[in-house]
């Protein structure tokens, strides 16, 4: 299949070459040509100056870019997606973006018979590049059922959430629970640094119980050794968490943990942490008498 994929980013990038290596033809735009014509090296296939021309011949058109605004500016205009695509052909979004935005490309998509589905994705860089990722999927069954096994190409799990915009609201559910998680997460393994504790140890025995998580398994040893450079960054999450304190406002919904877990985040990013991991709120913890130990 003849697919175009727009974005190659720490996400899109191995997402698209997941779709080459399974044998599609893919055409990709990326804003930093360069970064495009690495990824033509690396997995074959074809880079193109424009989101348009990419999008030409495309049966599926796939999104993975920052935030509302990039979705809008590589899908509308003479250069976007939208000038290119046809009647019967999809397009998939996996930004984590906007619930609104998912309803208005539903709509913009309609007018041109173009299917539409928004599919924020989770699993970080790692599972993008070992194709386990999760998908949350708004929009019609039977486009979703159409595509699907193109997305099993780089995911484990796919899901329908319910009409566009779900997939999006869903996406926001999950940031919300890993930024709760996270922080006790953090303080947990603060306060048994603190009380001299053996990290291995205590992570053996609680990640079995009820205490366990992904964020624990996954996170726990990097954040005792002050280690952050693994996975989404604080500049996204905190961008994903003013999406959802935002849909929050408009449903009536309290988000009082996500809100000061928020601002943790904005005080890693006033002391220079902008591109650590969301793993980092540790580093609030940590007074300068027990810095000294390990």
Not at 52 to 63: D, N, Y
């Amino acid at each position: 299949m003849r697919i175009a994929f727009i974005g190659l980013g720490v996400m899109g990038y191995p997402m698209a070459g997941h779709l080459q290596r399974a044998g599609h033809e893919v055409q990709v735009f990326n804003r930093t040509g360069q970064k495009a014509q690495r990824w033509v090296a690396a997995y074959g296939g074809a880079a193109f100056a424009t989101p348009a021309q990419a999008a030409q011949g495309a049966a599926v058109v796939f999104i993975c870019v920052g935030n509302d605004d990039d979705v809008r500016s590589v899908v509308y205009g003479d250069d976007g997606v939208l000038a290119a695509m046809t009647e019967g052909t999809v397009l998939v979004d996996h930004t984590t973006a906007s619930a609104d935005l998912a309803r208005e490309l539903d709509i913009a998509c309609r007018q041109q018979q173009v299917a539409f589905l928004d599919a924020p994705v989770s699993g970080g860089q790692a599972g993008a590049e070992n194709g386990q990722l999760t998908v949350m999927v708004g929009g019609e069954s039977e486009t979703l059922e159409q595509i699907q096994p193109l997305l099993a190409t780089y995911s484990r799990y796919v899901g329908l959430q319910g009409p566009a915009g779900s997939g999006q609201l869903a996406k926001m559910v999950n940031q919300i629970c890993i930024a709760g998680v996270v922080q006790g997460l953090a303080e947990g393994l603060q306060f048994a640094k603190n009380a001299g504790l053996d990290q291995e140890k205590l992570v053996a025995a609680i990640s079995k119980g009820a205490a366990g998580s992904w964020q624990m398994e996954n996170r726990s040893a990097t954040m005792w050794r002050g280690e952050f450079d693994f996975g989404f960054a604080i500049d996204w999450m905190r961008k994903d968490l003013q999406i959802a304190l935002n849909e929050a406002q408009q449903n009536g919904s309290r988000l009082p943990l996500t809100a000061l877990v928020d601002q943790f985040y904005g005080d890693i990013q006033a002391a220079g942490g902008n591109r650590f991991d969301t793993s980092s709120l540790i580093t609030r913890l940590v007074s300068p008498k027990n810095t000294s130990k390990s």
